[in-house]
């Protein structure tokens, strides 16, 4: 009992250590694994991933990738400088990769490493419906949902020591990839959960709004997803974001506060 007490106290008091805000929602969260931890290891995660797969350079398609990636990127500055969160981008090394593959399927590393699969791009059906999927990835990363589902996972699983997680051996590197997107590569990728998708969901829409694209496509874009779904090889994101009618009525719901949003950067007209 004694021991068991006194687990608790000391998981208390590496959880309140290791709270790290998140500056959208002024919410604390778990953050165990630090991004001075998390960064390089998505990083290296990253690069290899690229080496692995066949990217695709120099298209009108990867331009487009590129292009929608970094204005998502300046909306993200924009709104977080605006907000008072200055230098919070810093350690944020944007990259923006098209896979020529199949698999309907888009994610966001931390630290700011995105990749389009070419499988996403009929779904998405033009440049505003990349940005509101880049919006929403973005939005993941930015407000650390990956971060906190595997600090979570880790202290449940009586991982978590001294407040610090190390990401070294093999087991925590398959954990990473569950728990980052990288599905594919080792079968599973855990979904988000319900909250979380819908802070992402207004995040995004806020993301693509200010950087100039109508976040009125954001909901006709979850429509998509959701007729192609029955398809016989259903969208993987939708293994990982499921798309139902409460989430396109929100988003619906949401495309004008996101508007408002944007008039605060000068931005009135959308693409
Ligand atoms: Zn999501």
Known sequence: MKLKKALLVFCMIVFILSCAT???????????????????????QYNQFLTENKVVTGTKDA??????????????ERWLNANGHHGY??????????????????????GGKIVFYTGILPIANGETGVAAIMGHEV?????????????AAYVQQGLAVAGNVAIKDEK??????????????????LPFSRSHETEADKIGLYLMAIAGYN?????????????NSGGKAPPEILSTHPSNDSRIANLKALASTAKAEAKKFGVTSFR
């Open 22 to 44: 998140n500056p959208f929602t002024g919410k604390k969260t778990m953050a165990l694994v630090p991004n001075s931890q998390l960064f390089p290891t998505a990083f290296a």
């Open 63 to 76: 331009k487009m990738i590129t292009r929608v990636g970094q204005r998502i990127a300046v909306a993200a």
């Open 89 to 110: 981008l810093n350690d944020y090394k944007w990259e923006y990769n098209l896979v020529n593959d199949e698999t309907v399927n888009a994610w966001c590393m931390p």
């Open 139 to 151: 939005a993941h990363a930015l407000a650390n949902h990956g971060q906190q589902r595997m600090s």
């Open 172 to 189: 925590s590197r398959n954990a990473f990839n569950q728990y980052y997107g990288i599905g594919s590569q080792v079968g599973v990728m």
């Open 215 to 227: 976040p009125d496509e954001a909901s006709e874009l979850w429509k998509r997803m959701k007729a």
